[in-house]
């Protein structure tokens, strides 16, 4: 019998569109802005309208064709999906570079890579490669040559640079100075100037961006949403919640939409928190979904010690009296190495569409909305 459930955020309770335009946007601008690349081609603004965001995102994920295939691959973080799509556009540079600067280009890729080298990137690729062309599309070709999943995904990055660029590196990693730089540039376009100080500890970079945080959309009507909360919470069951987004990201939208009440607040798991689990254990990082860390916090609460949480023996004993309700294959996953139900909901990026893989999966209920938990309770 069901006492706990655990939510997750995007395509479950909030649209995942902004976060994936965020993503698109951040690419962009690690691409076209003077202050990193600033590669020729195209003009940057930190403040688009809604039409250039919609052709932003077509032409960085080619029409969701690479955010299809990374997602399919088991990555679930914004994040994630921004380094690999920025840092593989990079290597395809460094490639085109080569014959003209050999040694002194491809040897940046052997190193950790910041702001200074790509203000370096730009200066050379101004020089001798003024022609270059981004190929946004030529990623899901690359990446499907391998079959790296999750974070290995990650790694292959270094594969692909010795590939095209003949160089012996490991530094495509989520310990990379490169991957941070993703993060924090992702964070000022989807908190906005006037709250991304409060995430990342400094003001943004490049000033202008409003955010996306007070512009979420909720996937069914946030009132319905709320009753439904409240029927669970009247019927007894324990609510949590277990999200890639950080805390601040996961507070502010539910609050206002007034769904935050309704959890148990020691259990509202977000990246923030499976970042602290990543600084205790850095060799069991990256810790983001499909790693369960997220759910066994939740389940256990905030309040447990992240030595206890991470050595909690899996699958758990009492597997019955746990629901994770997820849109993805990450969450899936999660449930599974948890040993607990999972309930799928067709609400994430692929909608209806995704009813055939969680069959194919063997997921425990497979639901069109959050709404229909009340169906199989």
């Known amino acids: ?54 052709n932003v995102r077509q032409k960085v994920f080619a029409n969701d064709e690479v955010l299809n295939f990374i997602k399919s691959r088991g990555i679930n973080s914004n994040w994630d999906m921004v380094f690999l799509t920025f840092s593989y556009q990079l290597i395809r540079l460094v490639e085109a570079l ?3 600067l050999g040694e002194k280009a491809v040897s940046l890729l052997a190193g950790q890579i910041e702001r200074p080298e790509l203000q370096q990137l730009q200066a050379w690729a101004k020089e001798h490669a003024a022609d270059f062309h981004v190929d946004y599309a030529a ?10 999943q999750k974070a290995e995904m990650l790694l292959y990055l270094n594969q692909i640079a010795m590939e ?25 376009w989807y908190l906005g100037d006037e709250r991304v100080a409060a995430s990342i500890g400094r003001e943004t970079r490049q000033p202008g961006k409003k955010g996306f945080l007070t512009d979420e959309i909720p996937i069914v009507p946030a009132e319905e949403m709320a009753a439904l909360f409240r029927t669970l919470k ?11 987004r950080p805390t601040i990201e996961t507070h502010v939208p539910l609050s206002e939409l007034k769904l935050l009440e309704w959890f148990d607040p020691n259990r509202v798991v977000t990246a923030t928190h499976v970042l602290e689990v990543e600084e205790e254990f850095p060799h069991l990082a990256p810790m983001s979904k499909p790693h369960p860390i997220s759910y066994v916090k939740g389940l256990l609460g905030l309040d447990t010690p992240n030595s206890e949480a ?11 009296e746990v629901l994770i309700v997820g849109d993805s294959l990450a969450d899936f996953l999660a449930a599974r190495a948890i040993g607990c139900k999972f309930a799928a909901t067709l609400t994430g990026l692929s909608g209806k569409a995704a009813r055939a893989k969680f069959e194919e999966v063997k997921a425990d209920y497979i639901l069109d909305d959050v709404r229909g938990l009340l169906d199989i309770l």
Not at 139 to 148: E, V, Y
Not at 165 to 177: I, L, P, Y
Not at 310 to 320: C, R
Request: one cysteine or more.
């Open 139 to 148: 990623f899901t070709a690359d990446f499907a040559k391998g079959n790296a």
């Open 310 to 320: 991470v050595n909690f023996p899996l699958p758990i004993k009492n597997g019955e």
């Open 164 to 188: 095209r660029c003949g160089v012996q590196t490991e530094m495509f990693s989520r310990s990379s100075a490169l991957w941070k730089l993703c993060q924090e540039t992702f964070q000022e």
């Open 98 to 100: 080569k014959p003209a």
């Open 1 to 54: 019998m069901i006492k706990t459930i655990l939510f997750d955020v995007d395509g479950v309770m909030l649209s995942e569109e902004r976060y994936f335009d965020g993503s698109a946007l951040t690419v962009w601008e690690l691409l076209f802005s003077p202050q990193y690349l600033g590669l020729s081609g195209e003009p940057f603004t930190p403040s688009p309208d809604e039409p250039l965001i919609r």
């Open 234 to 244: 009247e019927r007894g069951y324990t609510l949590g919640i277990g999200t890639g």
